[in-house]
């Protein structure tokens, strides 16, 4: 089955830049989705499409890809971006999501 | 505005079935996929798979042989059941709409989420 592979966790200092990677077989012939999800809530689509940005999502969210690996980056990380986030991507009609990674700001 | 609600027992016994509806408001259910995941606790996301409006399914691999679900176009909900459960199959159970074409979909927006639990 196909498994994309995300770093457990990813620490950042407030108004820095996190980058959270997401790497898969032939990942670059895909396309990626983010998720952010804070503790005792659904996941939020906060990337698609590698780098489209759903509205109501903060510019400082972006994504690009190169490779088998996609980037989610957040520039300018505020505490309230402190959450788990989960890359996505479509393999043989299902639906398949990283392990997921911790983004602690401290 | 599309927005999903889980609804269904909170308690399941070992080795019954899991039933849960999910209502969609705002939108239609037709001519889009939908979508269970779990969430076991303190663990990550698990897709359990999809429906399409013509009842169409695919499922997880893993969960196959014990997944069906179904989808009521008139009441504007889906549905999922899961057999045989047991004690791992104690999660948060999400719906959600599956969006976009080909091999750039998404998954927007979820239901808030309910915690199923197996335990006798």
């Known amino acids: 089955s196909y498994e994309l592979a995300q770093p457990p966790s990813v620490s950042v200092s407030p108004g820095q830049t996190a980058t959270i990677t997401c790497s898969g077989n032939n990942l670059g012939n895909k396309y990626a989705s983010w998720y952010q999800q804070k503790p005792g809530q659904s996941p939020v689509l906060v990337i698609y499409q590698d780098t489209k940005r759903p509205s109501g999502i903060p510019e400082r969210f972006s994504g690009s890809s190169s490779g088998n690996t996609v980037t989610l980056t957040i520039g300018g990380t505020q505490a309230m971006d402190e959450a788990d986030y989960y890359c996505q991507a479509w393999d043989s009609s299902t639906v398949v999501f990283g392990g997921g990674t911790k983004l602690t700001v401290l | 505005q599309v927005q999903l609600q889980e609804s269904g027992p909170g308690l399941v016994k070992p080795s019954e079935t899991l039933s849960l509806t999910c209502s969609v408001f705002g939108g239609s259910i037709t001519s889009d996929y939908w979508s269970w995941i779990r969430q076991p606790p303190g663990t990550g996301l698990e897709w359990i798979g999809y429906?399409?409006?013509?009842?169409?399914?695919i499922y997880n691999p893993s969960l196959k042989s014990r997944v069906a679900m179904s989808v009521d176009t008139s009441r504007n909900q889906f549905s999922l059941k899961l057999t045989s459960v047991t004690a791992a199959d104690t999660a948060v159970y999400f719906c959600?709409?599956?969006?976009?074409?080909?091999?750039?979909?998404?998954?927007?927006?979820w239901g808030q989420g309910i915690l199923v639990t197996v335990s006798s």
């Open positions: 959600a709409r599956t969006k976009g074409v080909g091999i750039g979909r998404w998954v927007d927006p």
């Open positions: 429906i399409y409006d013509s009842g169409s399914t």
